[in-house]
C-alpha cells in the first residue's frame, strides 16, 4: 500500500456559507441530565500559536466526558435515547449490539448499563486488551473477530437483523442504515456548540477545525457546525495506514483502502460513512495523514501543556505541524491571525 500525501486539498468544497444544524436546545438539555455531565475545558496553547505562527491554538479537551476518556457518549447516548423514544411501549426491551474498534463500543456498553439494557459489543483484530476489558467492565458481552473493522460492522449488523429485539447502535452508516448513524452525528453538535460559546468568550473566532476522523461521523458533525461560518473550516487527520476520507477527496468519490496497525485505533477504518460522505466532499476544507512517530511527540506536547491525550486525540496537533507550512498554509489562507481549534478526542486511559 503506497503512502498517502500528508496534505490532500479538497478542491471539490463549496466555499458558499449554508445553514448548519438547528434545534440543538433539547439535544443539550439531554446531556445536561446525564450523569457526570459538565462542559469539557478549551485549552489555549499560546507558545504553540506563535512558533507556528498562528493567532490562537485552542484545544477542545475531551479526555473527560460524560464520565468516560473520550467525546464519544455524546453521540451514542443520544442515538440510544431517540432510537427508545421511537418504540413501540409494548414492544420488549430491546439489546443493544455494537462493532467498535473502543471508544463507541465502551460508550454504547455504559449507556446500556444505565438503562439496565444488555449489550454485545463486536471488536476487530487490532483492539488490545486493555481495550476489550474496559468494555467488558461496562457489562457488556464482547465478542473478539479476526476480522478488520469494515467487516466486523458487516458481522454485527447481520447479527442485529437476525433478532427482531436487538437494537443495532453503529456509528458508520450504509443504504438502509442511515436514522442512528444521523442521531450520533446529532449528538456530537454539544461538543461543538460548548467549544464556539467557549471561544467566544475568550473573543476569538474559529478559522480551522482539526478533526481526527475515523469512518468520518464527528467530522460530519464538525462540517455541519461550520457551515453557518463563513471563515471557518475543517480539516480531518487520519494515520497513513487508514486514509479513507483522504484518499476519497483526492479520488473525488468514496473509495475504501486497505488497513494496516496503528496506535490510532479509534481512526483504524477503511471506508468513511455512506451517510457522512456528500456532507464531507462538499464541505471539508482538506484532509492530513500523520504518521505514528508524529503522534508520539505530540501527545507528549500535550501532556506538557497538562492535557491528558491518547493517540487519536493528539493526531489533531501532529496535524497541525503539517497544516501550518506550505503548501497547505497557502492552501487554508493560514497566517498569524488564525485561530485553530484542535479536538483532543480522547485521554490515555480510553477504550483504545
Known amino acids: 500500500m503506497s503512502t498517502p500525501e500528508s496534505f490532500v486539498l479538497n478542491r471539490h468544497r463549496c466555499a458558499e456559507?449554508?445553514?448548519?444544524?438547528?434545534?440543538?436546545?433539547?439535544?443539550?438539555?439531554?446531556?445536561?441530565?446525564?450523569?457526570?455531565?459538565?462542559?469539557?475545558?478549551?485549552?489555549?496553547?499560546?507558545e504553540l500559536a506563535d512558533e507556528l505562527g498562528l493567532g490562537a491554538v485552542l484545544v477542545k479537551d475531551e479526555s473527560s466526558r460524560l464520565g468516560l476518556p473520550a467525546f464519544k457518549m455524546?453521540?451514542?447516548?443520544?442515538?440510544?435515547?431517540?432510537?427508545?423514544?421511537?418504540?413501540?411501549?409494548?414492544?420488549?426491551?430491546?439489546?443493544l449490539i455494537t462493532a467498535t474498534d473502543g471508544n463507541h463500543g465502551r460508550a454504547v456498553a455504559r449507556m446500556?448499563?444505565?438503562?439496565?439494557?444488555?449489550?454485545?459489543?463486536?471488536?476487530?483484530?487490532?483492539?488490545?486488551?486493555?481495550?476489550?476489558?474496559?468494555?467488558?467492565?461496562?457489562?457488556?458481552?464482547?465478542e473478539v473477530l479476526d476480522a478488520s473493522y469494515d467487516d466486523t460492522v458487516r458481522y454485527a449488523a447481520s447479527l442485529a437483523q437476525a433478532d427482531p429485539d436487538a437494537l443495532l447502535v453503529q456509528d458508520t452508516s450504509w443504504p438502509g442504515y442511515e436514522e442512528v448513524p444521523q442521531w450520533i452525528v446529532d449528538g456530537y453538535a454539544t461538543l461543538f456548540e460548548e467549544a464556539a460559546e467557549q471561544s467566544a468568550g475568550l473573543g476569538l473566532d474559529i478559522d480551522l477545525l482539526v478533526v481526527p476522523?475515523?469512518?468520518?461521523?464527528?467530522?460530519?458533525?464538525?462540517?455541519?457546525?461550520?457551515?453557518?461560518?463563513?471563515?471557518?473550516?475543517?480539516?480531518?487527520?487520519?494515520?497513513?495506514v487508514a486514509a479513507c476520507i483522504a484518499a476519497s477527496l483526492a479520488a473525488g468519490a468514496l473509495t475504501t483502502v486497505d488497513t494496516g496497525e496503528t496506535a490510532m485505533a479509534g481512526l483504524n477504518c477503511g471506508t468513511p460513512a455512506y451517510l457522512a460522505w456528500p456532507d464531507l466532499y462538499s464541505d471539508l476544507a482538506g484532509a492530513a495523514v500523520v504518521e505514528e512517530e508524529a503522534v508520539t511527540r505530540a501527545m507528549a506536547r500535550l501532556s506538557a501543556a497538562g492535557i491528558d491525550s491518547g493517540p487519536c486525540?493528539?493526531?489533531?496537533?501532529?496535524?497541525?505541524?503539517?497544516?501550518?507550512?506550505?503548501?497547505?498554509?497557502?492552501?487554508?489562507g493560514l497566517g498569524d491571525r488564525s485561530n485553530v481549534l484542535l479536538l483532543n478526542t480522547e485521554g490515555r486511559r480510553s477504550a483504545q
Request: proline content about 8%; hydrophobic content about 45%; aromatic content about 4%.
Open 213 to 240: 476522523a475515523g469512518v468520518g461521523s464527528l467530522a460530519h458533525a464538525a462540517v455541519r457546525f461550520a457551515r453557518s461560518r463563513a471563515h471557518c473550516r475543517v480539516v480531518t487527520v487520519e494515520p497513513t
Open 313 to 332: 486525540g493528539a493526531a489533531s496537533l501532529a496535524a497541525l505541524d503539517v497544516l501550518a507550512v506550505d503548501p497547505a498554509r497557502t492552501d487554508l
Open 17 to 46: 456559507p449554508s445553514s448548519g444544524p438547528g434545534g440543538t436546545a433539547q439535544l443539550r438539555e439531554f446531556h445536561r441530565g446525564l450523569p457526570q455531565y459538565e462542559v469539557t475545558p478549551l485549552v489555549a496553547l499560546p
Open 74 to 95: 455524546l453521540g451514542a447516548s443520544w442515538a440510544i435515547h431517540r432510537a427508545l423514544a421511537r418504540r413501540p411501549d409494548s414492544a420488549p426491551q430491546p439489546w
Open 112 to 142: 446500556a448499563r444505565l438503562l439496565g439494557l444488555s449489550a454485545r459489543v463486536v471488536v476487530p483484530r487490532g483492539v488490545s486488551d486493555r481495550a476489550i476489558g474496559l468494555i467488558r467492565e461496562e457489562d457488556a458481552t464482547v
